[in-house]
């Protein structure tokens, strides 16, 4: 059965508001009985449809997908179906905030349950990106005490559209795990400093990487005072880290790496760049879920490795490479992803249903006022190399 749906916290209901409930009658509905309706109505809605899935969806959902990946590589799937009237995104709110950006006009993008939010995102408000950006200018954050002017704002995908479209009006990009090198140096060819949010973990790993030392950022906390920094920190700053980070991410530790060498002597662990800085350091790889599945598939027969993200995918990457490859969750109780499994088959049966009944529940639409900059934002993400 795969009824479940989990409760939404009171922090949650604040930041995504209310939502219709799932009608009762699509409760209770046995896995073959709902495979079978949702595979009817895709059929019924035919080229008209499109259903895009993040990796970290539960099997039950994923596997109703036209396309599946990243945030990067389904962003870049929208512009190829523009006969489909109807996105169905399976994934978390943000993701289906973009893909209303990217969409044609007569596109209507469909998050099936409202409650799939990211706990990420919701740590960077734009009253707070307000605040910081004037607190920055105030404390001479670019060259020759201009303040702004040498600061290029970078923001992850896992932003809201209202901080997309401040970083877009402010000259600066998204990006998403995939291409933040990029970013970071596409920003350092138009700015002498980098504010990256909301993920202070993702853009440390990979400045890092890029050659800046860690002596060379900061951490921005939006609850303290001029970010809990002084003027002196901010002037010496290349990279101004977001205080914000991933729930599930940050589950995974030095730790459990130490343990799974010991245990299986030889093993390769590969994480995510989202997971803590002394992570990354004692893992002998990391990267986007992309370059994890694309590295592990194309690894030796007979590797062994312990992978640092989300349980779906390291479990699904176990199922389709073994028993030629051992791939195992490097946390051992496997790290969910509670808000991307609110997602159900039970609702994208019910948004799916509606469409052929010529309903639209749950449709995501970015206000007009953000639309042009979130644009401009991910257009240039899209375009960098």
């Not at 039950?60 to 396309?67: G, L, M, S, T």
């Not at 202070?200 to 906390?221: C, E, K």
């Not at 980070?245 to 530790?253: G, K, L, N, P, Y």
């Not at 800085?277 to 007979?302: F, K, L």
């Amino acid at each position: 059965m795969s009824s479940v749906i989990p409760l939404l916290t009171e922090f949650e209901k604040e930041r995504i508001g209310e939502r219709q409930p799932l009608p009762e009658r699509y409760l209770g509905l046995t896995d073959a009985v709902m495979d079978a309706r949702i595979a009817a109505a895709r059929a019924t809605l035919g080229s008209r449809l499109v259903i895009l899935g993040h990796h970290y969806q539960r099997d039950e959902v994923i596997k109703f997908a036209d396309y599946t990946g990243d945030s990067f590589r389904l962003a870049s799937q929208i512009a190829r179906r523009p006969e489909a009237d109807y996105i169905v995104f399976c994934g978390v709110h943000f993701m289906a905030e973009s893909a209303d950006v990217l969409a044609a006009p007569h596109q209507q993008v469909i998050l099936p349950d409202l409650a799939a939010g990211c706990s990420m995102a919701d740590m960077a408000a734009p009253d707070q990106l307000d605040v910081c950006w004037e607190e920055l200018a105030q404390m001479g954050g670019g060259p020759e005490g201009s303040g702004r002017a040498g600061i290029v704002p970078v923001t992850y995908i896992n932003s809201a559209a209202s901080i997309k479209a401040f970083v877009g009006e402010h000259g600066g990009t998204v990006c998403t795990s995939s291409n933040t090198a990029a970013a970071l140096r596409w920003a350092f060819g138009r700015g002498d400093k980098v504010l990256f949010l909301p993920d202070q973990h993702l853009g440390r790993n990979t400045a890092y990487r890029i050659g800046i030392p860690l002596s060379d950022m900061v951490v921005w906390d939006p609850d303290e005072i001029c970010g809990g920094l002084d003027p002196d920190q901010v002037a010496r700053a290349r990279v101004i880290l977001w205080k914000g980070h991933c729930s599930v991410h940050t589950r995974f530790t030095v730790q459990q790496i130490a343990a799974v060498r010991r245990q299986h002597p030889g093993i390769r662990v590969i994480v995510h760049p989202e997971v803590p800085w002394d992570v990354v350091q004692a893992a002998d790889d990391s990267g986007s879920t992309e370059h994890i599945i694309r590295t592990v598939s194309n690894s030796p027969e007979g590797s062994v490795w312990a992978v640092g993200t989300e349980v779906h995918l390291v479990n699904r990457l176990a199922a389709a490479l073994a028993p030629r490859r051992t791939v195992i969750s490097l946390d051992r109780f496997g790290c969910l992803c509670s808000t991307m499994f609110r997602v159900s088959p039970n609702h994208l049966l019910w948004v799916l249903e509606g469409l052929v009944e010529g309903r639209v529940h749950n449709r995501i639409v970015v206000p007009d006022e953000q639309k042009h900059w979130t644009k401009v934002a991910l257009d240039r993400m899209l375009s960098i190399q």
